[in-house]
Each structure stands twice: as structure tokens, then as C-alpha cells.
């Protein structure tokens, strides 16, 4: 249905937060800025609380959202929106934007989903200005335009995704308790790796490598493979970015022509090796799973081939993954990342070792989980499609 736009200075007060970030003095009033927008809602965990004379100066300055209003991050990461459900009073930073809709006009949780479709996101998004610290100007937002059918239609669509995102909602809640199937089966079947109290033997990792091929094996020298090199097809070669929490990304991998893979055969990857990250967020491990017959590691990947009858990779992957801290001592930093892990830590690690039919049953229990997880993603896609499709169809211009 065609309908007229508007200005969203036509149809709402649009304001920002405060242009001063008040003392954290551990007040009665959070104070919010973009990081505390999150998927869920406004978290106020870990914000900053100001005092009741810095409050005040806020909400005289309408930095202080009631209910009904819309906030639209502006700074930093554009595009956040969060629609005020709440009494609790707060305050925000100018990194957010507040937009007060005229009730008589716009319907808040229409101009909510309004401000999350693709069509009104790009509108803004494209006015970002500045090279260091992207932002949307106050003047830019007011000018952004969005379709206004009458209250009545605003409704009724509202109503449409707040359905289709109540299914995603649901489908995503689905797949995130079935992530903790992995570290609850591993404790069922073999206790906490910590304690050991099934008293398995405790053994190097070194001892478990491949007797066929390098244990362990890191990345080529950078210089061996310079980005020059790289191919629109070919060889593939694993980085970091194929490398999920325990999960495999063939898709994000890049290539090389056959003639470089025969000068770095000696970094190939076969299935059932492991590959373990050595930058970004250190330390996360995948299995590989590939139809090529042939490929490589980058050079922040360590690859490790295991002896399947002493250690399964499955089993491997979900105790480094989940327990290693419990085995390895090693320190997590930033992002729960493992802050060091070199090819002489992990060979050196001692790990409690299961007989290999025990292990056998819990790479079964995974095996069937993971064709559950399959279908639980495949609903999740679903949605997520129905959701934006439903955006698009709304509020296209």
C-alpha cells in the first residue's frame, strides 16, 4: 500500500543526550551511552549512576526519555533502537538520539520498527559524517524520511512484526539453550575435567598427536604467503575467520593456486584436524570439514591431527572449548579469549583421557545434536528472512 512520507522532524521532537558525560559517582540514576543498547534492551548492569543534581540538569535539558520514546544510537555504532517501555528514569549521552513522537501522528513502536528497517537505516546511515568517530548529526536525523500510513495501518503492521519478531525471538532462544548441550553431556560422561573424578589417566596432549603426519603444526611465515598471492578459487587456505567456537566456516576461507599449495604442502589440512586461532580472539578451535581434497592453514592458524583411537577431535575441541581453564591453567583476556597458546602449550598440556568407547559415545551424542542444531539454524534463517522481509515491505519508500 503506497503511503506518504514525512520528515521525522514533521512528526516527532527529535533531541539527543547530554553533550557532557556527568561524574560516575555511583548515584540513584543510570546514565546510559550506545554500549548500554543492546539486542535484549537497555541494560543497566554495567552503565554509569550519576546523582540527583546531575539528573536534574539532564532532564532540564530533555535528556531524560519517558516512556514512548524512541532512542536511535547515533555515534559510534549507528542504527541501535530501543523503544521506552519502562518508568525508570535515566538519562543518556548525545551518542544517542531521542525521538518523541506525536502520539496524534506516529505510533512509537511504528517508528520504532521504522527506525530498524534497511530502507530508513540506509537513509540515515549515508548521512554519517567524520573519518575517526562515525556519527549522524542531529540536523541529518531530522531530515530522515519514513512512510506514515494512518494510526489505524501503523497498528496492524506493528502488529505483523511484532509476531515475526517474537518467532525469531523464540527460534534464536531455541538455539542458544541447545549450545549448552556440548559442555552438559561432556560433564555427564566424564565429570569435571578439573577434578577428574572418574580418575581417568591424565596425559600430554603430545602423547594423543598423529603418528602419520605433524602433531602440531603453526601457519606459514607471512612472507611465505603474501596477499598478492591470493586467488578468486583454487586451494583453500584456513584463517581465523573459518574459525567459529567450535564451529567450522569453510565459506570464509581464501585460495591459492595449486602451484603455492605445492610449495606449502607441508601446512595442508585434512579433515578431522583441528585448526586453533592465533589472533583475533585467541584460541578458539574448529574441526575441519571440507569436500576439498587438498588445503592449507593461514599463518594464524596452528593446525592439530590427533590419533583418533587415543583422542577424538570432538572430544578434544569441547574440552579446550569449554573446560580448558580447568586443565591447562591458561589466562582468558579480553573476550574470554585465551591470551597465550603456542604449539609448545598445547603439546605440554595434561588432560584427563577417557577410554576411547566412552569417548566414541559422546562424539555419537554430538553427531545427533548437531543434525538438530542443523534444522534449528535452518528455522532461525526462516524467521530472521520473514522478519526483514516484513521490514522491507513496510518501509520501502
Known sequence: MKTNAVKLCDVCEVSDGTHYTPQNTGGPFPFLTVKDMTDEGLSFSGCSYVSAVEFEKAKKAGACPEPGVVLFSKDGTVGKVHVVRHDRPFAALSSIALLRPDKSQVDS???????????????????????????????????????????????????????????????????????????????????????????????????????????????????????????????????????????????????????????????????????????????????????????????????????????????????MTHFASRVGRLKRGQEDAYSFMNTSTLGELQIPLPPPELQTRFVELVERHERLRSVQRESLRQAEHLFQSLLHQAFTL
Open 109 to 319: 513502536d511504528y517508528l520504532g520498527f521504522a527506525m530498524r528497517s534497511p530502507a530508513i537505516l540506509k537513509d540515515a546511515v549515508n548521512r554519517k559524517t567524520g573519518s575517526a568517530l562515525q556519527r549522524i548529526i542531529l540536523a541529518d536525523l531530522k531530515e530522515v524520511s519514513v512512510p506514515l500510513p494512518n494510526l489505524s495501518e501503523q497498528r496492524r503492521i506493528v502488529g505483523e512484526l511484532e509476531r515475526a519478531d517474537g518467532l525469531r525471538r523464540i527460534r534464536r532462544y531455541a538455539l542458544e539453550l541447545a549450545d549448552t548441550f556440548h559442555p552438559a553431556a561432556f560433564l555427564q560422561l566424564f565429570g569435571d575435567p578439573g577434578t577428574n573424578p572418574k580418575d581417568f589417566p591424565l596425559e600430554q596432549v603430545e602423547s594423543v598427536f598423529s603418528e602419520k603426519r605433524d602433531g602440531v603444526k603453526c601457519g606459514p611465515f607471512g612472507s611465505a604467503l603474501k596477499k598478492h598471492e591470493y586467488v578468486s578459487g583454487g586451494i583453500p587456505v584456513w584463517t581465523v575467520d573459518c574459525i567459529g567456537k567450535n564451529e567450522f566456516f569453510a565459506e570464509n576461507c581464501l585460495y591459492i593456486t595449486p602451484a603455492k599449495y605445492e610449495e606449502l604442502r607441508a601446512y595442508s589440512a585434512e579433515n578431522n584436524d583441528i585448526l586453533v586461532s592465533r589472533a583475533g580472539t585467541v584460541g578458539r578451535m574448529a574441526i575441519v570439514q571440507t569436500k576439498y581434497p587438498q588445503s592449507i592453514i593461514h599463518s594464524n592458524v596452528i593446525r592439530l591431527s590427533l590419533n583418533p583411537a587415543k583422542c577424538q577431535p570432538v572430544f578434544f575441541v569441547t574440552l
